[in-house]
Nanobody
């Protein structure tokens, strides 16, 4: 089973940028579709973005489309989320997750492994 560790979160002002990283180990990374989800305080975990195992297909939540970019480096077993033009409503704990079908799913139940999360706080 793959293990995931996120990094790159922090405090940033409105309009700023952050790049999240998710390093995978213990599995064949290129077999997994990789997703990013987030959970704000008191809210349910929600889909942010996903990339297929090949990296060809990407999908984004409407709330982040045009501001966030997901990409992966299969040689380094890492998936990234570049976040630009950040807004206070982007504040949340961000999680990366792996789905063993290699696809691009928005449903949390399709994911078999999760990282511990990294906090992103956007100040107004």
């Amino acid at each position: 089973q793959v293990q995931l560790v996120e990094s790159g979160g922090g405090l940033v002002q409105t309009g700023g940028s952050l790049r999240l990283s998710c390093a995978a180990s213990g599995g064949t990374f290129s077999n997994y579709g990789m997703g990013w989800f987030r959970q704000a305080s008191g809210k349910e975990r929600e889909f942010v973005s996903v990339i297929s195992r090949s990296g060809v297909i990407r999908d984004y939540a409407e709330s982040v489309k045009g501001r966030f970019t997901i990409f992966r480096d299969n040689a380094k077993n890492t998936v990234f989320l570049q976040m630009n033009s950040l807004k206070p409503e982007d504040t949340a704990v961000y999680y990366c997750a792996a789905n063993s079908r290699g696809g691009f799913y928005r449903d949390v139940n399709q994911y078999v492994a999760w990282g511990q999360g990294t906090q992103v706080t956007v100040s107004s």
